[in-house]
């Protein structure tokens, strides 16, 4: 039932990664809560229990801690386990799993042994969940040496990245996005992984770079379009890994344009964009005309009310903004 | 407390328990020198006194069984037959070390052996002992996992998570709470709720008992039985050693806390000292063959000292070696990298 060709949803396209690669290993087995009888909570392991079985596609009780720290003693031992926490917010229970066994075990050991396995997770705001159900902590993971760390935006990519992560011998992080699971797009066949450490240009522009990744992604190509109604062409670039980072194809483009904005949906302090400046800055400081943009989500846990989530997240205007300052435009009425 | 009397091992293997004993003690005792003479650095956990609980539960497993324990651990590697050498080298920080010097004291490893590894944070280890069951059952081996960790890990949310899992599972692992009686300087009494920790294992309907952990022989048998229940009948079991730890928590730990007289209460039955009384009665050993056994143990603890001291230290320019299964280029990791 090969749907190449044909435009599937993010959360079908992780689907068709997690089913293919099943039959292509036995040693890859799924663990999570309500993943198996009750299909996941956004049903991307949708019938993954009927075909594969209670063996490779195990609910847990919910013990997060737990049942991330088995699949890391579970990889120690040669298994590809992929866990699904079910939302990135649940992660902090089993961050010390996470940091100190998962990321550190093949450095502190000598490389004696690998840890082979994937933890996906979704996360992002946008549906009124409040502050402990809205969480983007991509900062966190891309801290830590040790792990790799994925954000796919498009159905192919979800599919691609997690396909690689899980032939990856090291422990990958994979972030989805909530909002992202009903989005449509194409899908690469059984054959089509993407390379960890690469970006892809999402819209070629001259005059200022526009980095995001995951849902901003779509903000940013919104804002971009409005930009460009403006006479302003801006370049989106997609890095999809932060670990590995692309940062030659960011910095390319940014030597180009001169100017650069980074649309992140965590928070600012110590965030991904303004990391992503840093690097920048570091690799472009002769060429910018502008000081780097940054947009991130508010400085506050994430309200409740839906006119104060909306202000508390990055909107296409933001970038809008974020682009004019750069080139020292006035935003337009 | 178990009420049957262990079983004897054959002579051979009587001799080699002792053996392994001694030679913990004898590298725990020269590690402390180390320590103070400055070649070793940071925290420097000793077993000394806890020698029939590792040397008890090793020698009850087959040497494919995972083994897994805290960073109080340079006895588990000894007793799996890590070489000496190795072990000093790692404890000095030395491109010789069994981890290459990444890990040290507290994060030994002998894959090799299926010693998975000293772990630093507590009770953080016992989930990746319940992985180890979930591959063994996976596979469908007869392998059974076994985890060492302390009454204070006990405490730990994680292990509780663990216990559930493996009762709700019936994965084949053993757990083995350490009951030293102290969460480095807090005494069980002012720590827990309830004085006997594997009655928490029992709650999860994991078959659970105490033993006493200074007696090398009741520590083999009670792992022997917690093993045959893993691996034959594919159940866990939760086997809690009450022992006592003679040195603080670690070298930097003066140990003022504990009374002197409870510390001597517990050396009047030192597990070499009654283990030796049980091999020169059984006529196992007499007084020459144990004295024999402790010099060739010295000659074998002199060597590790040497060669660890004489080896080279880790290349600086290898410092990021090992943090991925294969190294990538990656320019902005390696812009933020330190360069000698």
Known sequence: ??????????????????????????????MGEDIGHFEGAFKVTKGLLAEFGEKRVVDTPITEAGFTGLCVGAAMAGLRPVVEIMTVNFALVAMDQIVSNASKIHYMFGGQVDVPMVIRMPGGAGHQLSAQHSH??????????????????????????????????DPVIVLESEGLYGKKGPVGGEDHLVPFGQAVVRRPGRDCTIVATSRMVWVALAAAEQLAAQGVEAEVIDPRTY???????????????????????????????????????????????????????ADVPMPYAKNLEQAAIPQPADVVAAVMATLAREVPR | ?????????????????????????????????????????????????????????????????????????????????????????????????????RGGSM????????????????????????????AARYRETEQVSVTMFGEGAAN???????????GLWDLPIVFLILNNQYGMGTPVERAAAMDDFFPRAAAYDIESWKVDGMDVLAVRAALSEAARLAREERRPACVELLAY????????????VRAAEEKERWKARDPLITFERVLLGEGILDAEGVAAMQAEVDTVVDDATAFAQESPEVPVADLADYVYAEPWNDAARASALVRP
């Open chain 2, 156 to 166: 730990q949310g994680v292990v509780s998570e663990c216990f559930n899992m493996a």
């Open chain 1, 136 to 169: 983007s902590l991509d900062a966190m993971f891309a801290h830590v040496p040790g792990l790799k760390v994925c954000v796919p935006s498009t159905p192919e990519d979800a599919k691609g990245l997690l396909k690689t992560a899980i032939r990856d011998d």
């Open chain 2, 107 to 134: 994060h030994l490893m002998d894959v090799q052996r299926a010693f998975y590894g000293g772990y630093g944070i507590v009770g953080g280890a016992v989930p990746l002992a319940l992985g180890l069951a979930w």
């Open chain 2, 245 to 256: 730890r003679y040195r603080g928590h670690s070298m930097s730990d003066p140990d003022t």
């Open chain 1, 243 to 297: 670990r590995p980072l692309d940062l030659d194809t960011l910095a390319e483009s940014v030597r180009r344009t001169s100017r650069a904005v980074v649309v992140d949906e965590g928070w600012p302090e110590c965030g991904i964009a303004a990391n992503l400046a840093a690097h920048l800055y570091e690799s472009c400081f002769d060429w910018l005309d502008a000081p780097i943009g940054r947009v991130n989500s």
């Open chain 1, 1 to 30: 039932m090969s749907t190449e060709g044909k435009d599937v949803t993010y959360r079908e396209a992780i689907n068709q990664a997690l089913r293919e690669e099943m039959i292509r290993d036995e040693s890859v087995f799924l």
């Open chain 2, 1 to 101: 407390m178990s009420t049957s009397p262990p079983p004897i091992p054959p002579p051979e293997e009587m001799r080699e328990i002792f053996r392994t004993m001694t030679l913990i003690r004898r590298f725990e005792e020269r590690a402390a020198e180390e320590y103070m003479a400055g070649r070793i650095g940071g925290f420097l956990h000793l077993a000394i006194g806890e020698e029939a609980a590792i040397v008890g539960t090793v020698s009850a497993l087959r040497p494919d069984d995972p083994l897994t324990s805290t960073y109080r651990e340079h006895g588990q590697a000894l007793a799996r037959g890590t070489d000496p050498r190795a072990i000093m080298a790692e404890l000095l920080g030395r491109e010789t070390g069994i981890c290459r010097g």
